[in-house]
C-alpha cells in the first residue's frame, strides 16, 4: 500500500514443520510476515527455522532469544506443536493410561504453550503490539477427544484467558482457535475409516476441516482489524460444536 510506513510483522509458529503449524507458517508469509519456525524435528524445520521442544524451558528460552534477535522483534507467536495419546490408533481410556503418557501430553500441549508465552511477552511489550494464537481443539470443549489430550486443550483455554486478562493493556490480544478432526499427520493414525464417517456424521458442514480452515481463522486473529478481540475462542468445527 503506497504511504503505508508499517513494519513487517515477525511471527514464530511452533510446531510449523508440519500440519496445522506449516499451513499457518505459508498463510503468514503469503501475507508478507517474517516467519520463524520451530519444531522438534531438525528435518521439519529447514535452515532457517529453530529445533526446539517446547517442554524444554532453556531450548524455549533460546528460541525466543534467537528470533528476537534474528528479527530485532516479536509481533505474532502462534502455539500449534502438539501431540495425542493413542494406542495404535485406538484411545488410551484412562484406566489404562500411563502417568507418562499423560504427563507428556500435558507437557507438550499446555506446558510448552505457556513456556513460549512467558518468554515471548517480554519482547512483544517493546513493541506494544502482540499477537498470540494458541491452537485449542473442541476436544477442550467437549467429550469429543482422549482424556490427556481434552484436559491439555481445555487447560490451554483456560491459560489463554487468564493471560488475554494480564496483558490486554499492553496492546496484545491471546486468543484460541478450536478445530474439530482436521486431516494432519498428528491425526492420521486416529483416521481409520470408521472415525471419519462418524466425523462426517457429526458435522453439518458435511466435510472435515483443512489445515487451511485453520489458518484462516489464524490470520483473521493476528491482524489489526482483530485488535478488539481477546479472550476469544474461535470454534472450526463446521457446525459439529455450536456454544
Same mark, same amino acid.
Request: hydrophobic content about 45%; aromatic content about 4%; overall charge neutral.
Given at each position: 500500500?503506497?504511504? !503505508?510506513?508499517? %513494519? ?7 510446531? @510449523?514443520?508440519? @500440519? +496445522? *503449524? ?16 520451530? !519444531? ?6 529447514? %535452515?532457517?527455522? &529453530? ?15 534467537? &528470533?528476537?534477535?534474528? &528479527? ?13 495419546? #493413542? ?5 488410551? %481410556?484412562?484406566? #489404562?493410561?500411563?502417568?507418562? #503418557?499423560?504427563?507428556?501430553? +500435558? ?14 511477552? %517480554?519482547?512483544?511489550?517493546? *513493541?506494544?503490539? @502482540? ?10 470443549? #467437549? ?11 481445555? @487447560?490451554? =483455554? ?8 494480564? /496483558? ?11 478445530? $474439530?478432526?482436521?486431516?494432519?499427520? +498428528?491425526?492420521?493414525?486416529? $483416521?481409520? $475409516?470408521? /472415525? =471419519? ?30 485488535? &478488539? ?6 470454534? /472450526? ?7
Amino acid at each position: 500500500m503506497v504511504g !503505508d510506513h508499517r %513494519p513487517t510483522r515477525c511471527a514464530i509458529v511452533t510446531g @510449523g514443520g508440519s @500440519g +496445522l *503449524g506449516r499451513a499457518v507458517a505459508q498463510r503468514f508469509a503469503a501475507m508478507g510476515m517474517r516467519v520463524g519456525i520451530c !519444531d522438534i524435528r531438525a528435518e521439519a524445520v529447514g %535452515p532457517e527455522g &529453530f529445533v526446539c521442544d517446547v517442554r524444554d524451558e532453556a531450548q524455549v528460552r533460546a528460541m525466543i532469544a534467537h &528470533f528476537a534477535e534474528r &528479527f530485532g522483534r516479536i509481533d505474532v507467536v502462534v502455539n500449534s506443536a502438539g501431540i495425542l495419546e #493413542t494406542g495404535g490408533g485406538a484411545t488410551v %481410556p484412562v484406566e #489404562t493410561m500411563t502417568l507418562a #503418557t499423560w504427563s507428556s501430553v +500435558l507437557a507438550v500441549n499446555l506446558t510448552g504453550a505457556f513456556l513460549v508465552c512467558r518468554e515471548a511477552i %517480554p519482547v512483544m511489550k517493546r *513493541g506494544a503490539w @502482540g499477537r498470540i494464537v494458541n491452537i485449542a481443539s473442541r476436544a477442550g470443549r #467437549t467429550r469429543a477427544g482422549p482424556a490427556a489430550y481434552s484436559a491439555s486443550k481445555g @487447560g490451554l =483455554i483456560a491459560f489463554s484467558r487468564v493471560l488475554a486478562g494480564e /496483558v490486554a493493556g499492553l496492546g496484545i490480544t491471546v486468543n484460541c482457535v478450536a478445530p $474439530s478432526r482436521v486431516a494432519t499427520p +498428528l491425526t492420521a493414525g486416529d $483416521s481409520g $475409516s470408521e /472415525v =471419519i464417517a462418524a466425523k462426517l456424521a457429526e458435522t453439518p458442514v458435511g466435510r472435515l476441516a483443512t489445515t487451511e480452515d485453520v489458518a484462516g481463522a489464524v490470520a483473521y486473529l493476528v491482524s489489526d482489524e482483530a485488535s &478488539f478481540v481477546t479472550g476469544a475462542i474461535i470454534d /472450526v468445527t463446521g457446525g459439529s460444536y455450536m456454544p
